[in-house]
C-alpha cells in the first residue's frame, strides 16, 4: 500500500496523526509509569544490597529491564508516531553472566536507553494530560497532537536512534544507491533519446536524402517528377523538424525555463484527458534540476493516471518546504498502486533519486492515490 523510493533512505522524522498520538500519549503514560517504577526500585534495592551480594543480580536484572523496556519503546514509538527507529544493533560478547553485564554496562547504548526511559516518564504525565485535553478539545486533537508526537519521536530518534556513525553510514549507502539509480535513470533517458532519434528524425531525414536523389537524377527530363519528390522531401523534412522540437521539449521544456514550474505544470495539466487542479507556490524558485525533475514526475503521473487508475479527476500541488520541494499528486481513481521493480512508479523513484529525492506512494485498494515526491533544493 505504500512504498519509499530508495531501498535504506536516511532517517528523517514524520509527523504522526492525530488518533495514533492521542492513543500514544494515553496508553503510553501506563506503560511508561511501570517501567519507571521497576527501574527506580531495582537501582535502588540493587545498590543498597550490593554488599551482601543479593543486589548483584537485581543489578543484572534491571539492566535487563532498561534494555528491553527501551527496545519496547522502539518499536511503539516507531508503529504510533511514524518514527523510523530500527532495531538496535548489539555487539555480542561471549563469556560468563558477569563478563556479559559489565560489557552490557560500559555500552552507551545502554545509558542512553536509561537516559531516555529517565526522561519520558516526567515527560508523559504532561503528555497524557495533552492527550486526555485532545478527546474533548477537537482543534488541540487536530493540530496540537501531531506536534507534540513529532517531538517525542525526536526524543526518541535522538536517545534510541542510531548513533552518528550509524547515521552517516546509512545516509551514505543511501547517497550511494541515489547515485547508482541516478546513472541508471540517465542511461536509461539516453536510450530512449538515442532510439526515438534513430526510428523518428533519423528516418525522416534519410527519406529526404533519397528524395532529393532520386530528383537530382530526374533533373532536365521529367520536370514533374522532380516536382514531386522535391514535395515529399519538403513534408519529411517538416516532419523531421517537428520531431527534433518534441524531442528538445521532451529533455527540456522551453516554458519550463522560461516562465517557470507553475505555467510549464498548467500546461500538462491542460492537456490531460481528465480534469486536474494546479496549486503550484515554490518561491523562491528552486534549482533547475529540481524544477525538471518536478516537472518530468508530474507528467509522467498524470500519463499513467489517465491510463491505468480510472480516475475522473485530479491535483497537482507543489509547495516549498524549507530547502525541498514537495511534491503531491492525487487522484480519485480505484488505487492499488504500489512501487515494484521496472515499474512505472519505480521510473519515477528512479528519476527523483537523480537529485537525493523520495518518492512515497499510498494507494489503498478502491483509492484515493497520493503520490508524493521529496526533492531537496540543496545536494
Not at 32 to 43: D, E, S
Request: with cysteine.
Amino acid at each position: 500500500m505504500a512504498g519509499m523510493a530508495a531501498d535504506r533512505a536516511p532517517l528523517h522524522q514524520p509527523r504522526p496523526t492525530a488518533v495514533r498520538t492521542i492513543t500514544y500519549l494515553i496508553t503510553g503514560f501506563v506503560l511508561h509509569f511501570a517501567q519507571f517504577l521497576l527501574i527506580v526500585l531495582g537501582i535502588a534495592i540493587g545498590i543498597g544490597t550490593v554488599v551482601i551480594w543479593v543486589g548483584i543480580p537485581i543489578l543484572m536484572l534491571t539492566t535487563s529491564v532498561i534494555r528491553g523496556s527501551a527496545n519496547l519503546e522502539r518499536r511503539f514509538v516507531a508503529r504510533m508516531l511514524a518514527t523510523p527507529l530500527p532495531p538496535v544493533e548489539r555487539t555480542p560478547v561471549e563469556g560468563g553472566i558477569l563478563r556479559r553485564w559489565r560489557y552490557r554496562l560500559v555500552d552507551p547504548t545502554t545509558w542512553r536507553d536509561l537516559g531516555y526511559l529517565a526522561l519520558v516518564f516526567p515527560l508523559s504525565i504532561v503528555e497524557a494530560a495533552v492527550g486526555l485535553a485532545s478527546i474533548v478539545l477537537l482543534p488541540i486533537a487536530i493540530w496540537v497532537a501531531p506536534w507534540i508526537g513529532w517531538m517525542h519521536g525526536s526524543l526518541a530518534m535522538a536517545l534510541l536512534g542510531p548513533n552518528r556513525a550509524k547515521r552517516l553510514e546509512v545516509t551514505a549507502q543511501h547517497l550511494q544507491a541515489s547515485r547508482a539509480r541516478g546513472v541508471d535513470a540517465a542511461e536509461a533517458e539516453r536510450r530512449r533519446i538515442e532510439r526515438d532519434l534513430h526510428d523518428g528524425a533519423q528516418q525522416r531525414l534519410v527519406s529526404v536524402a533519397m528524395s532529393l536523389g532520386r530528383a537530382k537524377n530526374k533533373l532536365g527530363r521529367d520536370p514533374d517528377a522532380v516536382r514531386a519528390l522535391i514535395d515529399e522531401a519538403h513534408v519529411d523534412a517538416k516532419l523531421a523538424v517537428s520531431e527534433l522540437r518534441d524531442l528538445a521539449r521532451g529533455i527540456y521544456p522551453a516554458v519550463l525555463g522560461d516562465r517557470g514550474l507553475d505555467a510549464a505544470v498548467s500546461a500538462q495539466a491542460a492537456k490531460s484527458p481528465i480534469h486536474v487542479d494546479v496549486e503550484v507556490d515554490v518561491h523562491p524558485r528552486p534549482p533547475a534540476a529540481v524544477e525538471t525533475t518536478a516537472y518530468f514526475i508530474v507528467g509522467e503521473t498524470l500519463t499513467n493516471i489517465a491510463k491505468h487508475s480510472g480516475a475522473t479527476e485530479a491535483s497537482v500541488k507543489a509547495s516549498r518546504a524549507e530547502d525541498k520541494v514537495v511534491l503531491e499528486i492525487t487522484d480519485n481513481g480505484h488505487g492499488g498502486a504500489h512501487l515494484r521493480p521496472g515499474g512505472g512508479l519505480a521510473g519515477l523513484a528512479d528519476r527523483a533519486a537523480t537529485i537525493d529525492g523520495v518518492i512515497t506512494v499510498v494507494s489503498p485498494t478502491g483509492g484515493p492515490t497520493v503520490i508524493r515526491a521529496d526533492l531537496p533544493c540543496q545536494w
